[in-house]
């Protein structure tokens, strides 16, 4: 669909057309409606809800116990997280104290997470933009974070380890060890990634300089990427 709109320079016809959704089986689908000017957005309207998975649902019937393992399968990426926000909405329903001990822990643990995640989306976001190498690279370090979720927990992924009340068992023997070489190491591998991508041709071409993102129409440029 084309329609007209009013520019600085006068009348320019725009075109208006969907970005995804995508295949209802995969994760995050959403639909944008978008209005380009060529090759310029110049409007972007989201349509969420195409992908319910019905947790809410599902935990209507099950214990505050049972529905933590639910909780580890909203985002992939976040299980902890996710565990542990919803286990502080059931500490705060039932006036639980958590031991000290266990909240430094639980908070080390997702920050562990949040890195993870954050490697996830630097590797991918690389490979989309055809640099390849800084996927294998930030792979290398969140494999690392994985065997020490799976060392504390014995899971990798959807460990379900933050509990109601605490942790689901100790810690194991020399656990402060392994978590202390990964984060003693870790600056020096973001350094790698930084050499690899800030002097990158392709990186810095597909980057810098062609997304300017405005607020208000047309008033004053709110953000540069």
Same mark, same amino acid.
């Given at each position: 669909?084309?329609?007209?709109?009013?520019?600085?320079? &006068? $009348?320019?016809?725009?075109? #208006?057309?969907?970005?995804? $959704?995508?295949?209802?089986?995969?994760?995050?689908?959403?639909? @944008?409606?978008?209005?380009l000017d060529g090759e310029t957005v110049v409007k972007a309207v989201p349509d969420l809800g195409y992908l319910?998975? &019905?947790?809410?649902?599902?935990?209507?019937?099950?214990?505050?116990?049972?529905?933590?393992?639910?909780? =580890?399968?909203?985002?992939?990426?976040?299980?902890?997280?996710?565990?542990?926000?919803?286990?502080?909405?059931?500490?705060?329903?039932?006036?639980?104290? #958590?031991?000290?001990?266990?909240? !430094?822990?639980?908070?080390?643990?997702?920050?562990? *997470?949040?890195? %993870?995640?954050?490697?996830?989306?630097?590797?991918?976001?690389? @490979?989309?933009? &055809?640099?390849? %190498? #800084?996927?294998? !690279?930030?792979?290398?370090?969140?494999?690392?974070?994985?065997?020490?979720?799976?060392?504390?927990?014995? *899971?990798?992924?959807?460990?379900? !380890?933050?509990?109601?009340?605490?942790?689901?068992?100790?810690?194991?023997?020399?656990?402060?060890?392994?978590?202390?070489?990964?984060? %003693? &190491?870790? $600056?020096?591998?973001? =350094?790698? !990634?930084?050499?690899?991508?800030?002097?990158?041709? @392709?990186w810095k071409r597909r980057t810098q300089g062609v997304g300017a993102l405005m607020y208000g129409g047309d008033?004053?440029?709110?953000?540069?990427?």
């Amino acid at each position: 669909m084309t329609t007209t709109v009013e520019t600085a320079t &006068g $009348p320019a016809k725009t075109m #208006v057309l969907n970005m995804g $959704p995508q295949h209802p089986s995969t994760h995050g689908v959403l639909r @944008i409606v978008l209005e380009l000017d060529g090759e310029t957005v110049v409007k972007a309207v989201p349509d969420l809800g195409y992908l319910h998975t &019905g947790i809410e649902k599902s935990c209507e019937d099950k214990t505050y116990s049972q529905a933590i393992t639910l909780t =580890d399968r909203m985002d992939y990426l976040n299980p902890l997280g996710n565990n542990l926000v919803y286990c502080l909405a059931v500490e705060k329903l039932l006036g639980l104290e #958590v031991p000290k001990r266990a909240q !430094y822990i639980r908070v080390l643990l997702v920050e562990l *997470q949040r890195i %993870s995640s954050h490697l996830v989306w630097l590797g991918t976001h690389a @490979i989309d933009m &055809g640099a390849m %190498s #800084v996927f294998l !690279y930030c792979f290398r370090e969140r494999e690392e974070i994985l065997k020490i979720f799976e060392f504390v927990s014995g *899971q990798r992924m959807m460990t379900s !380890y933050i509990r109601i009340g605490g942790l689901a068992l100790e810690p194991p023997r020399g656990w402060q060890q392994v978590v202390g070489k990964f984060i %003693s &190491g870790f $600056p020096s591998k973001v =350094d790698e !990634y930084e050499e690899l991508l800030n002097n990158n041709p @392709i990186w810095k071409r597909r980057t810098q300089g062609v997304g300017a993102l405005m607020y208000g129409g047309d008033k004053a440029l709110a953000g540069r990427h």
